[in-house]
């Protein structure tokens, strides 16, 4: 054999070694990476709907849940994971006592909350008013209005108070304090009166977009250009500087219905998974 066609062969051994080792070296990595994945977290998880919201309905004969794909994949991480269903269009005080009462039940010593819009300001209520603290390890916020948003004092203002929409809904015994306790102004008093508890790590995720994006949901396109004028990058219903609160653990691009899966262009299940992974770095 010529002396260039075995030096050759000898190149090409020592190339498919080298990727042999690499691929070898990577899988190891992995399969660490999923042993650390799946190590359990010392509390269990409680996912927190906002306005509007659900655990999960039965539609057409299918299951739907708020958030959607969520649970299902933390448990694939070995999370422990609850819902809880509060009044949806009720007060602060009445959602956040519908949380305690499901905290409560739970046969854990203190939960980690996960809350979604309008369910942050419910946990942060029964926190500091409901004396859930010594049950919370820590809360984390999504998409959460702590500083109330825009939105809210344009509805409120031009639909339910001049085209008296807010008298019809109490006539109908339909509830709009949800909405209310979302304006800017409610939630100014809010701040003042519901403080932070010590021993409870509060954060927050800030979902936004800087610019008009297409992966925004048509629906939210109306208000993303009102919000932009008015307040800056925001998620379609709630302006970004309004969504930090404590700790802010990260920012994403994501709409306000996309960040608990309900949108075709946002990895909604990853984000939750990297919210896992830093509370297992937390330890608490």
Known sequence: MQPAVLLS???????????????????????????RAARPLRHPIVLAHGVLGFDALELGGKRHEYFRGIPAHLRTLGCD?????????????ERAEALSRAVRSLDAERVHIIAHSMGGLDARYAISRLGLASRVASLTTIGTPHHGTPLADLGTDLLGEKLG???LAGALRVGTDAFYALTTARM?????EVPDVRGVAYGSYVAAFESASRALHPLLAPGYL??????????????ASSQRWGEVLGTVEADHWAQVGWGSRFDAPALYAALFAQL?????
């Open 9 to 35: 062969l000898l190149l090409l051994v020592l190339v498919c070694a080298a990727f042999a080792a690499r691929w070898a070296l990577r899988r190891r990595r992995q399969v660490r990476a999923v042993r």
């Open 81 to 93: 994971v609850h819902l809880v269903q509060v009044p949806p269009v009720g007060s602060v005080a």
């Open 165 to 167: 929409l807010r008298r």
């Open 188 to 192: 100014l008093a809010f701040n003042a």
């Open 226 to 239: 009102y919000l932009s004028r008015r307040a800056g990058p925001n998620d379609g219903l709630v302006p």
């Open 280 to 284: 297992q770095q937390r330890r608490e």
